[in-house]
T-cell receptor
Framework: NAGVTQTPKFQVLKTGQSMTLQCAQDMNHEYMSWYRQDPGMGLRLIHYSVGAGITDQGEVPNGYNVSRSTTEDFPLRLLSAAPSQTSVYFC????????????FGEGSWLTVV | KNEVEQSPQNLTAQEGEFITINCSYSVGISALHWLQQHPGGGIVSLFMLSSGKKKHGRLIATINIQEKHSSLHITASHPRDSAVYICAVGMYNNNDMRFGAGTRLTVKP
């Protein structure tokens, strides 16, 4: 997963707290995205960006904010954490359109108590 | 009904066996991806294909666009192949992707 760096790897939050998951890439990819992975379910898209200054909602955006001020960084903000947001979060990048190889970060394990 | 369905959900094989994992999808796609997720969570891309067949070492991926079906084959399976294999589709004409729930493969020595 060289090239896509996610931090932190593990985090425990209390209900109502806010936090930011960081994602940075050094491959100059236009497309960056955040997914959550829950047991028994496929990865689900939270938000994505096709370039600096451009973001859009995915399948499950509620409770999350994103911004893309640079090509390299795409932070995911939890505004007021809820137990339902306990999940594993993956950042991913690729060049251009949906037909290109996708690269994932190593994941961030988030527990909300 | 999920837009991407994988089968089987779980698969146990003996070392050396030929493995097939299937993926069916119900939406228009620009490409189909096969991903591998090892214990510990990291996800790597194995194949991205939009038609025909691709081979990489002992892994072969095929896609039939008309039937909206793809298969991932592993020849001469090995315990190090034990992982979750995920099928994903790039949605046609946008940047969205949809993922199957994954197939957990265990290869016993």
């Amino acid at each position: 997963n060289a090239g896509v760096t996610q931090t932190p790897k593990f985090q425990v939050l209390k209900t109502g707290q806010s936090m930011t998951l960081q994602c940075a890439q050094d491959m100059n990819h236009e497309y960056m995205s955040w997914y959550r992975q829950d047991p028994g379910m496929g990865l689900r898209l939270i938000h994505y960006s096709v370039g600096a200054g451009i973001t859009d909602q995915g399948e499950v955006p509620n409770g999350y904010n994103v911004s893309r001020s640079t090509t390299e960084d795409f932070p995911l903000r939890l505004l007021s954490a809820a137990p339902s947001q306990t999940s594993v979060y993956f950042c991913a990048t690729k060049t251009g359109y949906s037909g290109n190889t996708i690269y994932f970060g190593e994941g961030s394990w988030l527990t909300v108590v | 009904k999920n837009e991407v369905e994988q089968s089987p959900q779980n698969l146990t094989a003996q070392e050396g066996e030929f493995i097939t994992i299937n993926c069916s999808y119900s939406v228009g796609i620009s490409a189909l991806h096969w991903l591998q997720q090892h214990p510990g969570g990291g996800i790597v891309s194995l194949f991205m294909l939009s038609s025909g067949k691709k081979k990489h070492g002992r892994l072969i991926a095929t896609i039939n666009i008309q039937e909206k079906h793809s298969s991932l084959h592993i020849t001469a399976s090995h315990p190090r192949d034990s992982a979750v294999y995920i099928c994903a589709v790039g949605m046609y004409n946008n940047n969205d992707m949809r993922f199957g729930a994954g197939t957990r493969l265990t290869v016993k020595p």
